[in-house]
């Protein structure tokens, strides 16, 4: 007897795809005659150029804009909360985030506050708000995230003993409208394509694989590592490639989407746990684990894992399904060589010592665990986690 499960599926994100796309910005904001917004972003991309480019858009429309470009990887509840004090008297009626997943986190997390005061920390589980946070919309400036299709933040648990990532999630927390535009993707760095891009991988992978998917997500899953395992080598290594980059961002928002509704896994409960112990780069992080990870996980499923290798064009012909499930795993280490990913996560400075604090932390992570294909112990984790340090 198969098990079916009752699930459900949102999706409730308006998607505008395409080079150029962000122009429709202006038509998104008009139907709604905000009279002040915020656009959320950092420094970088602040400095870069995207910024004016969005503010141009902005400028025939009449709506005040204030700039918060303030936001750093791995936002905390204190840099939330922070910013929620700058706005709250500020009538601001919309968000538009501009930039990559701690952005995007930021902003939904300032959407719940201004809507409902208070600290992001009372919100971390699923629908705890009362009133419907304020209207975002996202403009991913990487091909990883995913958070520009989803209902969930990550927000980095700062003011405790112990430094974890906490969610927070909510069905009106999709963003109101996202613009995956190519062309504003270009020319962002090829190391950044390689983080961002791997995470989305991940995402995919770990989403395919989920104990919580269903077919549809299987659908979002699937195709997003058939199509980031081409597009990530040409976006990598020619950043100016549009066409790879809205390949890249559409994935990766399919991925988004795909994990709002199925889950994740391991990959992500111990890089969270990293994450947050070592301010590190959620994309390296992942990236780095993923073929650990994936080597533990592919017993649990060799089918799925064999779809992976055929997706990722591994030639599986007169393969069995296991050894096929192992090329799999194979070319996805190959993956992050070939985007210059480190392959030990010493070389972004985690270290032994702290492998039991973080091997608790993960374990400890029922949101990513229970998912995870393979019924995963504190000892599976210690034992990834040593393999991966060194
Ligand atoms: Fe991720």
Not at 27 to 42: M, V, W
Not at 169 to 180: Q, R, Y
Not at 219 to 242: F, K, W
């Amino acid at each position: 007897m198969s098990a079916i499960k009752n699930t459900e599926f949102l999706a409730r994100t308006k998607l505008v795809t395409g080079s150029g796309s962000v122009k429709f910005l202006a038509d998104e904001l008009k139907k709604d005659n905000y009279r002040k917004i915020l656009i959320i972003t950092d420094k970088g991309i602040a400095g870069s150029g995207i910024l004016d480019n969005i503010q141009a858009i902005l400028k025939p429309l009449d709506i005040e804009t204030e700039i918060y470009d303030d936001v750093k990887p791995n936002p905390s509840v204190t840099a939330t909360d922070g910013a929620y004090e700058t706005y709250k008297d500020n009538q601001i009626e919309a968000l538009i985030a501009v930039g990559g997943g701690s952005v995007i986190d930021f902003a939904k997390a300032l959407s719940v506050l201004l809507a409902n005061g208070g600290s992001i920390a009372d919100y971390f589980g699923f629908d705890l708000y009362e009133d419907t946070p304020t209207p975002l919309f996202a403009i991913p400036t990487t091909v990883g995230t995913g958070s520009e299709g989803g209902h969930a933040g990550v927000i980095t648990v700062d003011n405790e003993a112990l430094k974890t990532k906490k969610l927070f999630f909510g069905e009106d927390l999709f963003p109101k409208v996202a613009f995956l535009d190519g062309d504003l993707l270009t020319g962002m760095p090829g190391a950044l394509v390689a983080s961002t891009g791997m995470d989305a991988l991940t995402h995919a992978i770990e989403g395919y694989v989920s104990k919580n998917g269903s077919v549809i997500t299987d659908a979002l899953n699937l195709h997003a590592v058939r199509v980031i395992g081409t597009a990530i080598l040409e976006a990598y290594s020619n950043t100016d490639n549009e066409e790879a980059m809205n390949n890249m961002v559409q994935a990766s928002t399919s991925t988004g989407i795909g994990m709002a509704n199925g889950g994740l896994g391991l990959v992500h409960g111990i890089s969270h746990a990293i994450g947050a112990q070592y301010d590190a780069p959620h994309g390296i992080v992942n990236a780095i684990l993923l073929p650990y990870v994936l080597e533990y996980n592919w017993v649990a499923n060799p089918h799925k894992f064999a779809q992976i290798a055929e997706a990722l064009r591994v030639n599986t012909w007169g393969l069995s399904v296991e050894d096929a499930a192992k090329a799999g795993v194979q070319r996805v280490r190959e993956l992050t060589r070939e985007t210059g990913i480190p392959e030990k996560l010493s070389a972004i400075g985690v270290q032994e010592d702290k492998i039991d604090v973080l091997t608790d932390i993960a374990f400890a992570d029922e949101l990513y665990m229970a998912p995870n294909p393979r019924k995963v112990t504190r000892e599976d984790i210690y034992n990834i986690l040593k393999e991966a340090i060194n």
